[in-house]
């Protein structure tokens, strides 16, 4: 079918389903198509039979095979929308995912409505979380670190296309980028919280992403304690840690948020109803 039989976008679809058969086929063939061709996904619906063109069906072609191998979608398109943002994304972040959503959400719920309320974003990843309060919040001071340069570069490059100079770029591993720093009114992270030993490693998208993005120590709480140990030394009185975790960590990190002296622990919930997002503040 990559030769020069010509063939149709129904044509690709069908292929499509017949490779990617399983629950989530369908959708992910248009993702690929629209992301191949640089059309709409509505446009390739109301054109069932045009013709694939030359310059981009070898494109197409090509991630087919890889997505049926198992390659996230995120990382052969460049491409994972966030907050309604479109993000760039490689193989050196992890790939935003809805759940993320609800710890922006906290942030917003809690970071000050006021010009130069400050935010850290830790482990910033593709910067999803930082860029998506900066844009909410255009007037506050936001930074995001990451202890990976690769990653680092692409959360800036995120920044620059989408417009958002107002965040600060620093490296460092976790409370390490805030040298120099004054203290912040609220303290985020999606760090990484898989324990080592999870089976779940070897399943699905997470093969593909960044070890260092996922797993952390025999319980998956290694970077959570160290975020949590560090907090109350870089907020300013009533400041708030906001953690993403694992649907079954949510008790075990109010506890170590508690242990640590921080007050009002309490998690949220993400859209499939587990706890996700756990937040406590340091004394007023």
């Known amino acids: 079918m990559t030769g020069t039989t010509p063939v149709t976008i129904a044509e690709l679809r069908r292929l499509g389903r017949q490779r990617l058969p399983g629950a989530d086929g369908a959708a992910d063939v248009e993702v690929l198509l629209s992301a191949a061709s640089g059309r709409s996904r509505a446009w390739l619906r ?13 494109r197409f072609m090509d991630w087919l095979q890889r997505r049926a191998q198992g390659e996230p979608i995120a990382y052969l398109t460049g491409e994972r929308e966030f ?9 050196d ?16 719920r809690r970071l ?6 400050r935010l850290a974003d830790l482990g ?5 979380v930082a860029l998506s309060v900066a844009r909410e919040r255009p007037q506050a001071y936001v930074l995001a670190s990451d202890a990976s340069s690769a990653a680092l570069a692409v959360a800036r490059g995120n920044a620059e296309r989408l417009g958002l100079s107002q965040v ?10 805030l040298a120099g720093e004054t203290r912040f009114d609220a303290i ?9 030993n999870d ?10 992403e960044p070890a260092s993005a996922l797993v952390s120590g025999r319980d998956g709480l290694d970077a959570i304690r160290v975020l949590v140990a560090g907090a109350a030394a870089h907020l300013v009185p009533g400041g708030w840690l906001l953690l993403e975790h694992g649907f079954s960590q949510g008790a075990a990190v109010r506890g170590l948020m508690r242990a640590a002296g921080l007050v009002d622990a309490a998690s949220t919930r993400d859209l499939g109803g587990h706890e996700r997002v756990s937040y406590a503040r340091t004394r007023p």
């Open 188 to 196: 985020a992270s999606n760090p990484p919280y898989i324990a080592s």
């Open 112 to 117: 000050p409505q006021r010009s130069g309320a």
């Open 168 to 177: 600060v770029f620093r490296p460092g591993d976790w409370y390490q980028a």
């Open 93 to 108: 972040v992890l790939i935003p995912r809805a759940d993320t959503e609800t710890l922006v959400e906290e942030v917003l």
């Open 83 to 91: 907050w309604s943002l479109p993000l760039k994304v490689t193989p």
């Open 199 to 208: 089976p779940h490693l070897g399943e699905g998208d997470l093969r593909f």
């Open 124 to 128: 910033t990843g593709s910067g999803a």
């Open 46 to 58: 109301a054109h069932d039979d045009a013709l694939a063109e030359s310059g981009w069906l070898p």
